[in-house]
């Protein structure tokens, strides 16, 4: 999917250090698709129009949502789309409708 990036949200900085590209550990079983050709500064931070999860539970619904530069160096680790089509079925529902 072009001019889109996929990351894959943990709880927190703790569980996403031990997680690998090939072991992805304990995450929360959703995935953030940023879009990082749509973003703003505010209050000195950089922000991205995204797509994310509605709640904390595996493959939770979506909505049209933001995402700060800070959120995702802090909680999310970069995955490939095939990675996260397996991961959070209904984000792609939503992407590929």
Known sequence: MKGVRF???YENKTEKNKGTRKKLGRHTGNVLAVFFESSWIRHGELIFEA???VYFHLNSGVCCSATSASYLKENCKRISELQARGIHENLFVY???
């Open 7 to 9: 990351y894959l949200e």
């Open 51 to 53: 797509i994310g999860a």
């Open 95 to 97: 992407l590929d409708d």
